[in-house]
C-alpha cells in the first residue's frame, strides 16, 4: 500500500509541477512576467478590433504594460472591458486616456496619454476612459482613397487613349517609316566615311598651303621691319625738294621776263637761233664741198 502511495503522490506532484510550468510558460508566452510587480487599470470600449490579449501598452512609444484580459460587458451592452497591466512605478494621473491605435497590418495597440497629475492619481484597479484612435488603413481610407478614386477615371481614359494609339494603323506605319530613316542614316554615314577618306589628302593639301601662306606671312614680316628700317623720311623730303625745284623752274619757264622765259616766249630770239643753225647749215655744206678754201694744209 505505501508503495502504491508513494507512486500517486509522485504522479500528482508531476501533474502538479506540470500544470505550474505549463502556466508560467502560457503567460511568459503572451508576455506576461507574474515575477514582476505591476498596476492594474481598466479602460471601457465601445469598439477593440484587432485588439488581443498580450497586445503592448506603451506610453510614448515605450512599452510600459501589456494586455492581460478583454471582456464583454453584458451588464453594458455594446462595451467592452480591457484590463491592462503596467509597471508597478507607473502612477496614472486623472484625465489619463488608454487609446487604441492599429497600424497597417491590423495589430491594435493600447496607447495611454497622462493627464494632469495636479489633479491626482487614480487608484489601481480604477476605470480610465478608453478611446479609439483612427487607425492608418483608416487614415489611408480617408484621405488618399478620394484622390485614388478621382485619378482612376482619369487612368481609364488615359489606358483607352493609349489603346487607340496603339491599334491605329499609322503607328505601325510610322515605325516601318522610322525603320527605314535608320537603314538611309545608315548608309549616309558610310558614304560620310567615304568620303572623309577622300578628303584627308585635301587635307593635307591645305596643311601644305597653310605652311606656304606662313612663310610668305614670315617674308611680309621681314620685308615690313626691311621697310620700317629704312630712311623713308630723308627719301621724302628729298623727294620734296625736288618737286620744289621742279615746281621753280616751271615758273620761269612760264614768265616771259626770265632768262630762262624768253628761249620760249621771245620770237626774235627763236627766229635768230633758227637763222643761226640755218647760216651753220650753209658753213658746214660750204666745207663739205670746198674743203680746201677753208684746211690749208702745207707738204714741206
Known sequence: MKKIFRKEVLVGTLVILAMVILFFGINF???????????????????????????????????????????????????????????????????????????????????????????????????????????????????????????????????????????????????????????????????????????????GDVKDITGNVDSITGDLAVASAALKEAPIDSILMDLQATVSNLHILTEQLNDPNSSVGKLTHDPALYDNINSAVASLDSLFVDIKKNPKRYINIKVF
Open 29 to 203: 508566452l503572451k508576455g506576461i512576467n507574474l515575477f514582476k510587480a505591476a498596476n492594474y487599470y481598466y479602460a471601457s470600449y465601445t469598439n477593440v478590433e484587432g485588439l488581443a490579449i498580450s497586445a503592448p501598452v506603451t506610453l510614448n512609444g515605450y512599452k510600459i504594460g501589456l494586455v492581460r484580459e478583454i471582456q464583454y460587458q453584458y451588464n453594458k451592452p455594446g462595451n467592452v472591458l480591457v484590463e491592462i497591466s503596467v509597471d508597478k512605478s507607473l502612477r496614472l494621473p486623472k484625465g489619463s486616456k488608454a487609446a487604441i491605435t492599429s497600424d497597417i497590418l491590423g495589430t491594435a495597440t493600447v496607447a495611454l496619454s497622462l493627464g494632469n497629475a495636479h489633479e491626482g492619481y487614480y487608484n489601481v484597479g480604477d476605470t480610465i476612459e478608453g478611446t479609439v484612435a483612427a487607425g492608418l488603413m483608416a487614415s489611408v481610407s480617408d484621405n488618399l482613397m478620394p484622390s485614388v478614386n478621382a485619378i482612376v477615371p482619369k487612368i481609364d481614359t488615359l489606358l483607352t487613349s493609349f489603346n487607340t494609339i496603339v491599334s491605329n494603323p499609322s503607328l505601325a506605319n510610322a515605325i516601318n517609316r522610322f525603320d527605314d530613316i535608320t537603314l538611309q542614316l545608315n548608309a549616309s554615314l558610310v558614304s560620310l566615311k567615304g568620303v572623309m577618306a577622300q578628303l584627308n589628302p585635301i587635307v
